[in-house]
């Protein structure tokens, strides 16, 4: 049985910084691309970042591009969110999935396996 499950969120103030994993297990991933997505209360799902199955290739969305990175260690079936500058409209929770594909998409629909999520909260 496939399991996501992320770790690092937490409390934190603007313009601190949080890094969060997600270490998925029951499968081999590393011909599959990984993500994450972030769902504030009353919001649609919104697209962060997501890599391709090498880790080569990384792709984000526009509320992360020049603020937070991914990585994956393929090793560990892990991967990483670095966010940096947070600012109180990033709280939401965050979930990591691994992909249908190896191409690093921005549609939920590209993903197969999400997380439960973790809860990021940014104080003004």
């Known amino acids: 049985q496939v399991q996501l499950v992320e770790s690092g969120g937490g409390l934190v103030q603007a313009g601190g910084s949080l890094r969060l994993s997600c270490a998925a297990s029951g499968g081999t991933f590393n011909r599959n691309s990984m993500g994450w997505f972030r769902q504030a209360p009353g919001k649609e799902r919104e697209f962060i970042a997501a890599t391709n199955w090498r880790g080569s290739v990384r792709n984000y969305g526009d509320s992360a591009k020049g603020r937070f990175a991914i990585s994956r260690d393929n090793a560990k079936n892990t991967v990483y969110l670095q966010m940096n500058s947070l600012r109180p409209e990033d709280t939401a929770v965050y979930f990591c999935?691994?992909?249908?594909?190896?191409?690093?998409?921005?549609?939920?629909?590209?993903?197969?396996?999400w997380g439960q999520g973790t809860q990021v909260t940014v104080s003004s």
């Open positions: 999935a691994v992909g249908l594909y190896g191409t690093p998409t921005a549609m939920a629909a590209d993903y197969r396996y």
